[in-house]
């Protein structure tokens, strides 16, 4: 009887094992974090096969506790909550069941007071990293990588850029005399690249805490930083909370069912069958997802703000997906605007970026992203966020912008993108300015609407960027380029630069994106063309090249530019003038928007003068000119006067 009763003992242990789930920790992100941020709070999400089943997680570390365990709908995830209040710098020891697994809590270098993001004094310079500059060549074949070539020749296709490339021309920029660089996101977007909607741009996200080893590593992006700083440049991280890559881990394994918007068919989907044309894993019977399983975002941004707006519009803009390759993020779940939170504090303590900027703003949740811009704002008082909000309109615009009285809910978004300035440019730039409302008109009539701003010098301003046609189309027309730069550089915005602008790149999005996103001469082996010097640039790119940089090089801790009061004068006689003015210092910005000379009255803009303030001089050429006269302008002339 006694040995019957120790068989059923030990076969009722050996079954109870046998059933036992096998846990293993495959990653934990955040990586590691930081103790005496404001929130002591921290969010840990834990990967591994069935690492949900885990019934106790536990740590003895001092000043830690932890406040809630969290199981989502797959095994394959576990979100532990702590409170850090109490705890100093070190490793901490977190139990799992029987388990142990390390997890570095660091000090930071500095509070969040002291960090210090970009302002109006700043100019902001954008460029693509794959697009910029090669500095090495043992990344451009990457093992473990989705399949991907790196050939030149495809506009569309990956061209082997890098970090360190960029690096490496540090001293460019200073010679420029932009003060900030962003790069279009450096994070890890493990797509293959026959998708069409190819991701060597970077938005869309595979690894939100990991340098995507073709442009180099986490330690060589704070290099870069480092060195940037040390050369007096800010840097900008792009960013895209409104949506991840289709590789990331979570749509393969959705933590919890509503981890994305209109997530029908990604629950059910194959392990094959995948379309690379469309990023779409196909249905059992190799079709694609039904529309009823699949939204489309609209494109139509009017509903995130229109008071009459229904139900489905609304619905149909920020919970449809912004391309099928590209799934969108829910991010009323908590959980998944916690993480995503906490990445963005992540890369500000672990790099030292100086900035943010967000793509595809108002499709997202409103109420996740101003709890996002909150929580930065009260941990990083001086820091800096643009929002991407791609509506023409000055109303609809401000309305994003923190504390504005035209939007109920308040945004804490610091600063917006001045889509209507790029509007009224691209089409001033190819008429004549009249009487009313063609031409320059088009410019005085936008910033006559400034007053919906409560902070206009944090609305960020550009001619051109990687998603628009460049500016000079597929021309060279450097006299109307001059105006667009003059008013960018002398209004009250932040103003913002895109790469090979200086020389005179040009392109259209008629084909493909990549015509406006083509490579940066003299960056790449073998080129033989170097824009990056005065004896590889040719003549008109040298005389735009000085042109602008001198202009940069004044603006720079210029006060009349950055804190000085703006009047603007309706265009008269086809001539627009802006002034700033600070103290008794002032500057005028003037164009001849017309195709014919003309001629300045002078005396109807006597307001701007003192009465000993009788001359002025080209910030540019230093010629002087008499206040007590007349200006004759040539057409499409540009001055920037100084007096």
Sequence with gaps: MKKVVLFSLFLSLTLTMAAAPKTNITRIDPTNWYVGMKNPKLQLMVYGPNIAAVKNVTTDYPGVTIDEVVRLDSPNYLLVYLDLSGAQPGEMTLQFDKKKFKYQLKQREMSGDKREGFTNADVLYMLMPDRFASGRSDNDQIKGLNTYVNDRSQPSLRHGGDLEGIRQHLDYFNELGVTALWFTPVLENNSPDNNRFSTYHGYATTDYYRVDPRFGSNEEYRQLIDEAHQKGLKIVMDMIFNHCGFEHPWVADMPTKDWFNTPE???????????????????????????????????????????????????????????????DLNHRNPHVMTYLIQNSIWWIETVGIDGIRMDTYPYADAK??????????????????????????????????????????????????????????????????DGWWNGLNRLYNSFCYDYLYEDPNNVMAFIDNHD????????????????????????????????????????????????????????????????????????????????????????????????????????????????????????????????????????????????????????????????????????????????
């Design 265 to 327: 068919w990604l629950s059910e989907k194959q392990s094959s069958g995948r379309d690379p044309m469309t990023g779409f894993t196909a249905n059992a019977d190799g079709s694609e997802p039904a529309k009823s399983q699949y939204l489309q975002t609209s494109y139509k941004l009017t509903p995130v703000k229109d008071p009459y707006a229904s139900e489905i519009d609304l619905h149909e803009t920020v919970d449809g997906w912004f391309v099928p390759s590209m799934p």
């Design 368 to 433: 996740g992203m101003a709890r996002w811009m909150k929580t930065l704002d009260e941990e990083y008082p001086n820091f800096n966020v643009v929002g991407e909000t791609w509506v023409t309109e000055p109303a609809y615009t401000a309305a994003w912008q923190k504390n504005s009285k035209l939007s109920k809910d308040n945004s804490y978004l610091k600063t917006v993108m001045d889509f209507a300035f790029f509007d009224r440019l691209s089409q001033a730039k190819n008429e004549e300015t």
């Design 468 to 643: 628009t046609d460049r500016f000079l189309g597929n021309g060279k027309d450097s006299l109307a380029l001059k105006q667009a730069l003059a008013l960018l550089l002398t209004v009250k915005r932040i103003p913002q630069l895109y790469y090979g602008t200086e020389i005179l790149m040009n392109g259209t999005k008629e084909v493909t994106d990549g015509n406006v996103r083509k490579d940066f001469p003299g960056g790449f082996p073998g080129d033989k063309h170097n824009a990056f010097t005065a004896e590889g640039r040719t003549k008109a790119e040298n005389a735009m090249f000085n042109w602008l940089s001198a202009l940069l090089h004044w603006r720079n801790g210029n006060e009349t530019i950055i804190r000085g009061y703006q009047t603007q004068f309706i265009p008269y006689h086809g001539i627009y003038v802006v002034a700033r003015r600070w103290h008794r210092h002032g500057v005028m910005t003037i164009l001849n928007g017309t195709s014919k000379p003309a001629v300045m009255e002078i005396n109807r803009y006597a307001e701007l003068f003192d009465v000993d303030q009788t001359e002025a001089e080209d910030v540019i050429t230093g010629r002087k000119y008499s206040l007590k006269k007349d200006l004759r302008l040539s057409p499409r002339q540009t001055l920037i006067l100084e007096y």
